[in-house]
T-cell receptor
């Protein structure tokens, strides 16, 4: 089944403890992206990647890191999480960068930082 | 930067009735795409419909249609014959030249039986 997977789906952690949220797609998509969803703000882009080894900042990159060593994987790293990073996170992919392409979303990761 | 505005945080509709969700956007680009995504309680984001800015004809997908007014920068979603399964958060999104997708704040739709 063509899909985007994320792990974990739920995570509660403490301030300052490094964490990684994994994202993987099996559709051979070139473009991948991370968003965070907050009430009243919709989805905001954190980072995106147009292909392997090519990443760029979105609207809210502060406090996050990403890497794209393989086409299928695009992990999101929080080196020192803070409570303001408590949010719902989505990974998405599309066949390639471009305005016409639908993005396919993962199931979301609910992160709570205490 | 492009912005997307959904001015209705919540809407409700009676089952089998029609409802229209509003979306406006701000851009200086001439070629772009607009999307409506649905997010049911499962949290999964599902594409409902898309519209290319250069196409005059409004997109339609079964009970879902859009009213695209390019000059007014308006992109509303009409849901006809509303069903209980249509209850969800709906997000309007813009995709232009910057390789990103910008979302509105969302409209929560309730369907009353």
């Amino acid at each position: 089944e063509a899909q985007v997977t994320q792990n974990p789906r739920y995570l509660i952690t403490v301030t300052g403890k490094k964490l990684t949220v994994t994202c993987s797609q099996n559709m051979n998509h070139e473009y991948m992206s991370w968003y965070r969803q907050d009430p009243g703000l919709g989805l905001r882009q954190i980072y995106y990647s147009m292909n392997v080894e090519v990443t760029d900042k979105g609207d809210v990159p502060e406090g996050y890191k990403v890497s794209r060593k393989e086409k299928r994987n695009f992990p999101l790293i929080l080196e020192s999480p803070s409570p303001n990073q408590t949010s719902l996170y989505f990974c998405a992919s599309s066949p390639r960068a471009g305005r016409s392409y639908e993005q396919y979303f993962g199931p979301g990761t609910r992160l709570t930082v205490t | 930067a492009q912005t997307v505005t959904q001015s209705q945080p919540e809407m409700s509709v009676q089952e089998a009735e029609t409802v229209t969700l509003s979306c406006t956007y701000d851009t200086s680009e001439s070629d772009y795409y607009l999307f409506w995504y649905k997010q049911p309680p499962s949290r999964q984001m599902i594409l409902v419909i898309r519209q290319e800015a250069y196409k005059q004809q409004n997109a339609t997908e079964n009970r879902f249609s859009v009213n695209f007014q390019k000059a007014a920068k308006s992109f509303s979603l009409k849901i006809s014959d509303s069903q209980l399964g249509d209850a969800a958060m709906y997000f309007c999104a813009y995709s232009g030249n910057n390789n990103d997708m910008r979302f509105g704040a969302g409209t929560r739709l309730t369907v009353k039986p």
